[in-house]
């Protein structure tokens, strides 16, 4: 059965760092693309970034959202079967749940609706 279990969310301060995990069961890890979205209170589902797969079929390369692009990374450890988000400079409006979500050919930074499986999302707030 496949799971996406995220963690590793929490209160921060402004410029301060996070990691969230996305551990995963249940499928090969390397052969789906991986994204990373939020969502905040009244405001729609939006599309933090995504990995893609690296089984062959795409390169593993990432592409993130102008918003965060430089301040955060996607990474993965196959043998743990877990995704990560390094989140560092945080900012208010980086408040929000964020889901890793899974495709089983693209990443859907664009369109966060559009993944094939979501998990159940780990609360970032950050404030001083």
């Known amino acids: 059965q496949l799971q996406l279990v995220e963690s590793g969310g929490g209160l921060v301060q402004p410029g301060g760092s996070l990691r969230l995990s996305c551990a995963t069961s249940g499928f090969t890890l390397d052969s789906y693309c991986i994204g990373w979205v939020r969502q905040a209170p009244g405001k729609e589902r939006e599309g933090v970034g995504c990995m893609f797969s690296s089984d062959g079929s795409s390169d593993g390369s990432t592409e993130y959202a102008d918003s965060v692009k430089g301040r955060f990374t996607i990474s993965r450890d196959n043998a743990k079967n877990t995704v990560y988000l390094q989140m560092n400079s945080l900012k208010p409006e980086d408040t929000a749940v964020y889901y890793c979500?899974?495709?089983?050919?693209?990443?859907?930074?664009?369109?966060?609706?559009?993944?094939?499986?979501y998990g159940q999302g780990t609360q970032v707030t950050v404030s001083s």
């Open positions: 979500a899974l495709d089983h050919a693209f990443c859907w930074t664009r369109h966060p609706d559009e993944y094939d499986h």
